[in-house]
């Protein structure tokens, strides 16, 4: 998975200048080096490429083989692979997170976000008062708070 975010980042980074943010379970596996059994790959880029930008991002996406699966959730598919694209703005209202405040990193000359602990802790704790995360996620997204709960605990002691 890891390397298909990679790729993707690659494409994207290259042709938009998008610094992209690993979001989800991914992005939580790469930072603690825990296996969340991450069945698809969460990416947060700029609002403008959801919206405004969505026919020339989407069109660009199709041409490198990757597959429109759904429009609204802005999804697509590749080798068996989900790639999901929401705008990286929406940290903000969501689960107060400020822009600037998240790490950026660089592996194999690429350039990519990827959330902290803390960070995460806060985007779980929003998403458990999700409707649809309620329904059908609450029970991991309650392990991964308590997960982060307790690294940053042993970080802290």
Known sequence: ???????????????????????????????????????????LIPEVFISERWAEFKSFLSEKGYILFDEHEHSFLKNGIYYSYASVEELESFAKIHLDEISRYCQNGLDFKVLSLEQYLKVYSASIKDGYRVNFRKKKDNEKIDFIKKLLHKQNV
Request: hydrophobic share 45%.
């Open 1 to 43: 998975m890891l390397n298909s975010f990679f790729e993707n980042a690659k494409l994207i980074n290259d042709k938009f200048d998008i610094v992209p943010l690993m979001y989800g379970s991914l992005g939580l596996e790469y930072i603690t080096h825990q296996n969340f059994n991450a069945d698809d790959i969460d990416i």
